[in-house]
């Protein structure tokens, strides 16, 4: 099973960012899917979370407002718009799927990282 992560890059303070995450692998809408990124130094921390049926979403406080998780069920694929991008949002973004019907419960996939990098 993979996730596929992409659109990472440098971008001015100011300006913004889409980030993909696909997963061809697996029956995609079992899945909450979630963003976390880790800061150099730093834990890794949730960005966003979006449910299975994309239903309902959270945000860590530091990018409420600024970013937008969504997914498309057809695409297998899970999306992080970020705009209003600030240096202190320079990190290796990660996409996470974590099992929400029972049958894959428990069950959890990472993928393997994009860099994100606003320069201050």
């Known amino acids: 099973v993979q996730l596929v992560e992409s659109g990472g890059g440098l971008v001015q303070a100011g300006g913004s960012l889409r980030l993909s995450c696909a997963a061809p692998g697996f029956t995609f809408s079992y899945y909450d899917m979630s963003w976390y990124r880790q800061a150099p130094g730093k834990e890794r921390e949730l960005v966003a979370t979006i449910t299975s049926a994309g239903g309902s979403t959270n945000y860590a406080d530091s990018v409420k407002g600024r970013f937008t998780i969504s997914r498309d069920n057809y695409k297998r694929t899970v999306y992080l718009q970020m705009n209003s991008l600030k240096p202190e949002d320079t990190a290796v973004y990660y996409c996470?799927?974590?099992?929400?019907?029972?049958?894959?419960?428990?069950?959890?996939?990472w993928g393997q990282g994009t860099q994100v990098t606003v320069p201050s």
């Open positions: 996470k799927a974590m099992g929400a019907v029972p049958v894959v419960r428990g069950v959890v996939y």
